[in-house]
């Protein structure tokens, strides 16, 4: 995008903000500046009061390590928030990080968040009143797949179809999209998160061994595939024997992990067939040439791409940092917000 200079001085005396407020991490794009904060979505909270005691990052790492008082919780399930007051505390965190970026006081920022193709009008509405009452100047709803699309730069307004998949920790979003619209879309409550517990299901079931979901993460993301490796690798998991009670260790392969995450894998490959199954012939014409882009976190398992272009017998591409796909889109939509404003939900609120 050309440099604007009106834009660019508006911005020393505005703060526009797109999130990607997502169930594994939350996002932040400050117009002008990219991606400022990355951090796991999160929040240790005292039992009784309910008092956020820490926030992303520094929450995490509480996990399974924290008193009988305290509580480490994820205010966000399947994308969609499951704790109101802990997600405003969370969005008012990270809004005020945000903007401590700015050189200069500003007002309350104008904010776009990225929300499931899937989530309900009564989710959606939960995320505007989280956004408001975090300190908001005006809130914006634009649909993750959307907002993947144009964070990865994809022709979107054009008349040639173009399809994404973005997947998430706790949702899969697929689009197709030709002129600034949608086509064809699907949202599914699998994805990153739903591959962990695999791991888990899958370790206890063969080992007898209960790891906790963070080994499971740290397994998947070093050596899980969706597609036969050139090198097959091994890893050791540490966790409890459930005959035993005893501390264990055990070796587990990338075949081993392979097989645990079959399931959500070909779930996800059968929505992609099932969409494609019901597209126009001339959009899948075009998809054959331009390829399925995949977006966000789950996009990263090793072999994915390759698997998907075996089974859709088309090119399937990894973005430019997919995980941060949805929080540049989103930002990129309040570059020009009357030009834009047709990828947004059509939900919106503002406060003087």
């Known amino acids: 995008m050309a440099f604007n200079p009106l834009n660019w001085l508006l911005g020393l005396f505005s703060l526009d903000i797109g999130i990607d407020l997502g169930t594994a991490n939350t996002l932040v794009n400050v117009r002008g500046k990219g991606i400022v904060i990355n951090e796991p979505s999160w929040v240790a909270i005292e039992k009784k009061t309910r008092r956020p005691l820490a926030i992303g990052a520094e929450a995490k790492a509480m996990v399974g390590r924290t008193s009988s008082n305290v509580l480490a919780v994820r205010p966000l399930r399947d994308g969609v928030i499951s704790e109101f007051d802990i997600t405003e505390a969370m969005l008012e965190y990270f809004i005020g990080k945000a903007h401590e970026q700015s050189i200069v006081p500003v007002p309350r920022p104008r904010v776009v968040v990225g929300v499931p193709k899937g989530a309900t009008e009564v989710e959606k509405r939960a995320v505007y009143d989280a956004c408001m009452s975090a300190g908001a100047r005006e809130a914006y709803l634009i649909d993750e797949p959307t907002a993947a699309a144009l964070g990865a730069n994809l022709p979107i307004s054009e008349v040639p179809g173009t399809m994404i998949i973005d997947i998430g920790g706790g949702t899969t979003e697929l689009a197709i999209f030709s002129m600034g619209d949608t086509v064809m879309s699907r949202s599914m409550r699998i994805a990153g998160d739903e591959m962990d517990v695999d791991i888990v299901n899958y370790v206890r079931s063969k080992y007898n061994l209960l790891i906790g979901e963070r080994m499971a993460e740290a397994v998947k993301i070093s050596m899980g595939s969706a597609y036969p490796l050139k090198e097959e690798q091994i890893t050791t998991v540490r966790g409890r024997n459930l005959v035993s009670g005893l501390p264990e260790a055990v070796e587990i392969s990338s075949v081993e992990l392979r097989e645990a995450l079959a399931n959500s894998?070909?779930?996800?490959?059968?929505?992609?067939?099932?969409?494609?199954?019901?597209?126009?012939?001339?959009?899948?014409?075009?998809?054959?040439?331009?390829?399925?882009?995949?977006?966000?976190?789950?996009?990263?398992?090793?072999?994915?791409?390759?698997r998907l272009s075996s089974d859709l017998r088309m090119r399937a591409w990894v973005a430019e940092d997919p995980m941060t796909c949805v929080a540049r889109g989103a930002g990129l939509v309040l570059e020009d917000l009357d030009e834009n404003r047709r990828y947004l939900t059509g939900l919106e609120r503002t406060r003087g």
């Not at 998809?287 to 398992?301: N, R, T």
């Open 265 to 306: 894998v070909r779930t996800i490959i059968d929505m992609a067939k099932d969409v494609l199954d019901e597209t126009p012939p001339e959009i899948v014409s075009d998809l054959m040439e331009m390829g399925v882009c995949l977006a966000g976190g789950g996009s990263q398992l090793q072999g994915l791409d390759e």
